[in-house]
């Protein structure tokens, strides 16, 4: 696949652009803070313009975006950004400027599941038919493949909204910090749910501190919960708040004493290191997910992943 | 499909063998209680013998069944039931002495991926591609159908076993009765459960007993979580404990309450009627999936559901 396309993992702190054929072959790149949507949009725009006229002209685009999104190509809403609770972005075309402006087909998901889908074909989850995707940042989100194919279904997974058990350890009065749901994952394990907790920035706080042990715990609790749902045979973990390597350790030990043997695979019994594990294609999974996304528009007939597992 | 096939629904009280082509064509029915694995499966294979002489030969055979079991084909424990607490029932083959002794192919899944294939062929799911059935009896387990194939990954879903917020109105002492879990979903919301909390059989409790308003705060939990994971379609709610009627519409009242507007889908906000349902083979659905998994085998190609939708 040498065809060139582009790619937009669009955040909610900013979106990173990128021209090329994959993560080792990444022609251009932009990073552009995620401001209004005019002003966001308007510039990922020039971008793509003006690399058009640079590289070449882009065989399609691919968008992997925060959400909830309208992912239903009948619908007269395809593409739109749904009922997000970031300030201005809600029921936003994220789509329809690039294709009526560029001219080229669009494809469009979930940040997350683009993210799988790029460590499906390039990262940690090569040759794998069924896996999680789940980030841990500002916001959870959780996406993925089944039997080779995107998770969307009714809409697509909000792996980051479930209920939780709250930890006896938790401080009573904290509610959590999810707008819809209060304590659900997100509201209790996000970064921004430690900086309410804790009081200052996940980054400062110490590695001894009990912080990690509670966050640990959370994360473990709703990975138990997607290994019972979904039974996926590798769990990548990613997000700012995992930059604290020391939690993946935690995670392994923590997930496996929740299941309690009750999962009789040696995948988790016995190679646990193997089955969670962060992103290969660190910072790069969810635009190389993008260039993924638009690669299945030029290939129509292409399968989502190649089985070679 | 007309040729003749056998099917097994194996439960943990009883196993129901059916000879025919589909749940309106059984030709041959018998229930064998579930006692030892040799008694058991003894009696069932008689059947099968018995009706082969006199109805014909059967092309193949399906099992749904308790598990959790071993569906790796390349695996020396393949159709295996593996972890489960019932006595006298881990490490037993359950495909194997139907294979050998009838000569036939064997398809084996869970009781409910077998009951999600049954109603998506037959019932309640017919025309979708992502859906999930949830059973809540003895045990509680679910399964599903996403993009028109059936869950497994890892081994396969065992959506009984995830782990809920306890509700502000449960007994505090109230350990659950999952014997890996305690408190995992099962552990708090089967019939069993239900016995150990209230110290009567389910069947017993009067429609006003506060019994049920906890039970559906549960089962909703449980719901939300395998929307905000799988992104169902439909979820076809099914059980013992589900012949309580009236727990439809606590359940979807709550699931829409817990959800708090943001799925934002028709489906959910405005159709919940048709969106969590009971099954439509009611005492069948096991049974017929069972069919269903023998036709698979039968023609091997055929994809597992029709692409009607
Ligand atoms: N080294 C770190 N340790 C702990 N938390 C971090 C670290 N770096 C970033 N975070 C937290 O992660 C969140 C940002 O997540 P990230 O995945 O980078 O972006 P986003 O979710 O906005 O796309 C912030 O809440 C931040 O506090
Ligand atoms: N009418 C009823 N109301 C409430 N609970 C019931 C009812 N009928 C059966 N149950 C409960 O459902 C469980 C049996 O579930 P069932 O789905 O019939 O079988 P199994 O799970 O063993 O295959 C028992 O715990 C029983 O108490
Ligand atoms: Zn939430
Ligand atoms: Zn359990």
């Not at 909610?12 to 990073?31: H, L, M, N, S, Y």
């Not at 209790?188 to 749910?193: R, V, W």
């Not at 993946?248 to 190679?271: C, K, M, T």
Request: hydrophobic content about 40%.
């Amino acid at each position: 696949m040498t065809t060139l396309v582009g790619g937009i993992e669009a955040g909610g702190t900013k979106f990173v652009c990128v021209v090329g054929t994959g993560p080792e072959d990444i022609r251009a790149q932009v990073r552009i803070p995620t401001t209004t949507p005019e002003a966001t949009l308007g510039e990922a725009l020039a971008f793509f313009q003006q690399q058009s006229r640079h590289v070449g002209p882009l065989a399609a685009l691919g968008i992997a975006s925060f959400g909830p999104l309208d992912l239903h190509p009948s619908s007269p809403s395809y593409g739109f950004i749904t009922s997000t609770a970031k300030p201005g972005w809600r029921n936003v075309d994220l789509a329809g400027p690039f294709r009526r402006a560029l001219g080229v087909p669009v494809s469009i998901d979930t940040d997350v599941n683009g993210a799988a889908l790029g460590e499906g074909r390039w990262g940690a989850a090569r040759g794998l038919g069924t896996f999680v995707y789940l980030t841990v940042g500002t916001g959870i989100g959780g996406g993925g493949v089944i039997n080779h194919q995107m998770m969307h279904g009714l809409i697509h997974p909000e792996m980051g909204h479930i209920w939780l058990p709250r930890s006896p350890k938790e401080e009573p009065s904290f509610q959590g910090v999810c707008p819809y749901h209060g304590g659900c994952f997100e509201g209790l394990a996000s970064g921004p749910a430690l900086h309410r907790r804790w009081g200052g920035q996940a980054e400062a706080l110490p590695e001894n501190h009990p912080a990690w042990e509670l966050e640990a715990h959370y994360i473990s609790l709703a990975l138990a919960n997607f290994i019972a749902t979904l039974s996926p045979q590798r769990i990548i973990l990613g997000g700012g708040v995992m930059a604290q390597r020391h939690l993946y350790p935690l995670v392994r030990d923590e997930v496996r004493r929740l299941l309690n043997g009750y999962i009789q695979s040696a995948d988790i019994l016995e190679r646990m290191d193997a089955y969670i594990v962060p992103p290969a294609l660190e910072g790069l999974s969810g635009a190389a997910g993008a260039l993924a996304l638009a690669q299945t528009r030029v290939l129509k007939d292409m399968p989502v992943l190649e089985k070679t597992g």
